[in-house]
């Protein structure tokens, strides 16, 4: 299947509003997906900056919200 967007016409409000709904939909599946393994080494490093207090981290939902408020 081939979708096509108008994403010249779009806000960046609405792409955002399209990708957030293709991931949730992703993210509720089993797609058999298996990651690269540089990702599990770049998830590796940045935990252990996390735990070194070298970075932090952000609720999901509260980043959601701090994009949407920088945008409009």
């Known amino acids: ?4 967007l108008p994403l010249q016409e ?7 509003q399209v990708m957030e709904e293709v991931w949730d939909n992703l993210s509720q599946t089993d797609s ?14 940045r935990k252990k900056r996390a ?10 939902e509260i980043a959601k919200k701090e994009i949407r408020d920088s945008i409009v």
Do not use: A, Q, R
């Open 32 to 45: 058999g997906y298996t990651p690269p393994n540089w990702h599990g080494d770049i998830l590796s490093i």
């Open 51 to 60: 735990h070194n207090k070298e970075i932090g981290f952000t609720d999901w």
């Open 10 to 16: 779009m806000t960046l409000s609405e792409k955002i």
């Open 1 to 4: 299947m081939y979708v096509t």
